[in-house]
């Protein structure tokens, strides 16, 4: 099983930036589908952005375009997340996730049709 890892969360004022990165803690194939999720307690798992293997096409979560911006490194099977303009609401446990396979597009939102996840790394936006 293939566990993921993430890093670059912290602690960031209010109109602020990070910078997260995901990558396997093993050498592996490249990953079809790779994207980031959010998570705060008491609350349902929020898609966040997702992009595909070759890096053309990207998705987004509603509150988070025009902020964020996701990218991947095949020779690393890597993804990041660069975010900025962070905001007090994007304070959560953030997620990384990939796919073995192929996943329709009007798909990738749901958090069930990810097969590989991170521990999470946790990001807090203060006023």
């Known amino acids: 099983q293939v566990q993921l890892v993430e890093s670059g969360g912290g602690l960031v004022q209010a109109g602020g930036s990070l910078r997260l990165s995901c990558a396997p803690s093993?050498?592996?194939?490249?990953?079809?589908?790779m994207g980031w999720f959010r998570q705060v307690p008491g609350k349902e798992r929020e898609f966040v952005a997702a992009i595909s293997r070759s890096g053309g096409s990207t998705n987004y979560g509603d509150s988070v375009k025009g902020r964020f911006t996701i990218s991947r490194d095949n020779a690393k099977n890597a993804v990041y997340l660069q975010m900025n303009s962070l905001k007090r609401e994007d304070t959560a446990v953030y997620y990384c996730?990939?796919?073995?396979?192929?996943?329709?597009?009007?798909?990738?939102?749901?958090?069930?049709?990810?097969?590989?996840w991170g521990q999470g790394t946790q990001v807090t936006v203060s006023s």
């Open positions: 996730a990939a796919t073995r396979g192929y996943i329709s597009e009007t798909r990738v939102g749901r958090w069930d049709e990810y097969d590989y």
């Open positions: 093993e050498r592996t194939r490249s990953s079809a589908l």
